[in-house]
C-alpha cells in the first residue's frame, strides 16, 4: 500500500502563491482517489480538494477557485496549486490516499502553510 510525504509548505504573504507536492510510494497509486486536507489550531481537519483516478476534483466552497489539484500518475504525485492565498487559509495540510476496493485510509505527516497579513 502507499506511503505518502508532502512537501512545499511555508511563510507567504496574503495574496501570494504556493505548490504542494504529495510523493506517493507504492503500486497502486494510480487508481486511487488523492485529497488535501488541512487543520487550523483548535479546529477539526477539513477536506479542502480531492481528485479521483479519473482525473475528476472536487474542492471546499472556500477555495473554489483559488486552488487547483492536480496528479501525475508517471511521478506518483499529486499536487495543489494555491492561488490568492488569504490569512484563513494557515493551516497544516495533509496528504491522503483512499480505496474502498483497496481499504486504504493513509494519511502524510502534514506540510505547514502560514499565510501573513
Known amino acids: 500500500q502507499v506511503q505518502l510525504v508532502e512537501s512545499g509548505g511555508g511563510l507567504v504573504q496574503a495574496g501570494g502563491s504556493l505548490r504542494l507536492s504529495c510523493a506517493a510510494s507504492?503500486?497502486?497509486?494510480?487508481?486511487?482517489?488523492m485529497g488535501w486536507y488541512r487543520q487550523a489550531p483548535g479546529k477539526q481537519r477539513e477536506l479542502v480538494a480531492s481528485i479521483t483516478s479519473g482525473g475528476n476534483t472536487n474542492y471546499a466552497d472556500s477555495v473554489k477557485g483559488r486552488f487547483t489539484v492536480s496528479r501525475d500518475n508517471a511521478k506518483n504525485t499529486v499536487y495543489l496549486q494555491m492561488n490568492s492565498l488569504k490569512p484563513e487559509d494557515t493551516a497544516v495540510y495533509y496528504c491522503?490516499?483512499?480505496?474502498?476496493?483497496?481499504?486504504?485510509?493513509?494519511w502524510g505527516q502534514g506540510t505547514q502553510v502560514t499565510v501573513s497579513s
Open positions: 491522503h490516499a483512499s480505496s474502498i476496493l483497496y481499504r486504504l485510509d493513509t
Open positions: 507504492g503500486s497502486i497509486f494510480s487508481i486511487i482517489t
